[in-house]
């Protein structure tokens, strides 16, 4: 770099010790500094004399040449200390709900491209996890669990209500939410959060609490449960999208459903967040916005509407289920 050849010229006052210094020969140091001069038009320096030294130009570019080198210097010490931060374990905490490829193949790309960085993921439905900050970063569907938190939304999930063909069968269709007390619930349980359910009667939101069948932490227990016909389930579109479309399940009660949860990164506020944890962020952020708001979505509310509008035998409408 014709720029440091230049800058070891006038610190050395010599062209052999400033070759010396940089690790090539005094020709190279002369022919960087002469393309320099020739770029520029104009002499740095003065070799008429008998020690080497600048010129009035010269010692002008001299200064400004230490201020740009010293900054690159500060650049990359910078980037080096930032780059070794990018190591090390990130405990990520995610919900069996969002256990799916959106999220999946986002984690694995992001432990891919950083070879250094391990991650440590466990599946966990518990707010009590959330809130002892037992993880570095938890993708959480639902409300932020509380202000010790820091959440960012990176997209939202509806949900639907649905069961099997063969439960609505024998057990009646429900056409409306005041009828789901006389079914089977099957309960996705958080905590305490679980034991009802939140749809809207009207323009308003109310809780629905409803006989219950089965309960679990596991999306996909309940989503097999529902296809063996043992009740009803509510669940985010983009869970149950397939089984409505190949008829396993049938969409109940559209004009029902909840408004849409929030999908977040969240993370303790309590710990200042390293490098390596905000890059996950902003990586998650970056690759999954929206990507489960718009999963299937048009598919799941065609399905809806077809449930919605399917007959029912009218001598099994309303019936109380088997126990």
């Given at each position: 770099?014709?720029?440091?050849?230049?800058?070891?010229?006038?610190?050395?006052?010599?062209?052999?010790?400033?070759?010396?210094?940089?690790?090539?020969?005094?020709?190279?140091?002369?022919r960087?500094?002469?393309?320099i001069?020739s770029?520029?038009?104009?002499?740095?320096?003065?070799?008429?004399s008998?020690?080497?030294?600048?010129?009035?130009?010269?010692?002008?570019?001299?200064?400004?040449?230490?201020?740009?080198?010293?900054?690159?210097?500060?650049?990359?010490?910078?980037?080096?200390?930032?780059?070794?931060?990018?190591?090390?374990?990130?405990?990520?905490?995610?919900?069996?709900?969002?256990?799916?490829?959106?999220?999946?193949?986002?984690?694995?790309?992001f432990?891919?491209a950083?070879?250094?960085?391990?991650?440590?993921?466990?599946?966990?439905?518990?707010?009590?996890?959330?809130?002892?900050?037992?993880?570095?970063?938890?993708?959480?569907?639902?409300?932020?669990?509380?202000?010790?938190?820091?959440?960012?939304?990176?997209?939202?999930?509806?949900?639907?209500?649905?069961?099997?063909?063969?439960?609505?069968?024998?057990?009646?269709?429900?056409?409306?939410?005041?009828?789901?007390?006389?079914?089977?619930?099957?309960?996705?349980?958080?905590?305490?959060?679980?034991?009802?359910?939140?749809?809207?009667?009207?323009?308003?939101?109310?809780?629905?609490?409803?006989?219950?069948?089965?309960?679990?932490?596991c999306?996909?227990?309940?989503?097999?449960?529902?296809?063996?016909?043992?009740?009803?389930?509510?669940?985010?579109?983009?869970?149950?999208?397939?089984?409505?479309?190949n008829?396993?399940?049938?969409?109940?009660?559209?004009?029902?459903?909840?408004?849409?949860?929030?999908?977040?990164?969240?993370?303790?506020?309590?710990?200042?967040?390293?490098?390596?944890?905000?890059?996950?962020?902003?990586?998650?952020?970056?690759?999954?916005?929206?990507?489960?708001?718009?999963?299937t979505?048009?598919?799941?509310?065609?399905?809806?509407?077809?449930?919605?509008?399917?007959?029912?035998?009218?001598?099994?409408?309303?019936?109380?289920p088997?126990?």
């Amino acid at each position: 770099m014709g720029m440091t050849a230049f800058v070891a010229v006038v610190g050395a006052s010599s062209f052999t010790r400033a070759a010396q210094s940089l690790g090539v020969s005094k020709s190279v140091v002369s022919r960087r500094i002469s393309g320099i001069e020739s770029r520029i038009g104009m002499r740095l320096i003065d070799r008429s004399s008998a020690r080497v030294g600048p010129t009035e130009a010269g010692s002008a570019y001299y200064l400004k040449c230490l201020s740009i080198l010293e900054a690159i210097e500060e650049a990359n010490h910078q980037i080096a200390s930032w780059n070794s931060g990018l190591r090390g374990t990130i405990v990520v905490c995610v919900s069996s709900s969002l256990c799916v490829p959106a999220v999946t193949r986002s984690i694995a790309e992001f432990a891919r491209a950083y070879s250094d960085i391990k991650l440590k993921v466990d599946i966990e439905e518990r707010d009590s996890s959330v809130r002892e900050a037992r993880f570095d970063i938890a993708i959480r569907n639902g409300q932020s669990v509380d202000s010790s938190m820091a959440a960012r939304v990176i997209g939202h999930s509806t949900h639907t209500l649905c069961a099997s063909p063969a439960y609505l069968e024998m057990n009646g269709t429900p056409t409306s939410a005041d009828m789901l007390k006389d079914h089977e619930g099957l309960m996705h349980a958080r905590g305490h959060v679980g034991t009802y359910w939140l749809l809207r009667d009207g323009a308003q939101l109310r809780s629905f609490r409803i006989p219950e069948r089965m309960r679990s932490e596991c999306v996909f227990h309940l989503i097999e449960a529902a296809k063996a016909d043992l009740g009803i389930v509510q669940l985010p579109d983009y869970l149950v999208a397939d089984a409505l479309r190949n008829g396993a399940l049938v969409a109940l009660l559209p004009q029902c459903s909840p408004p849409p949860d929030p999908i977040s990164l969240v993370y303790p506020v309590s710990r200042k967040a390293s490098q390596k944890v905000r890059l996950l962020v902003e990586y998650l952020a970056e690759r999954m916005q929206g990507a489960l708001s718009q999963d299937t979505r048009a598919d799941v509310s065609a399905e809806a509407a077809d449930g919605c509008d399917a007959p029912t035998k009218p001598e099994k409408q309303g019936l109380s289920p088997k126990r």
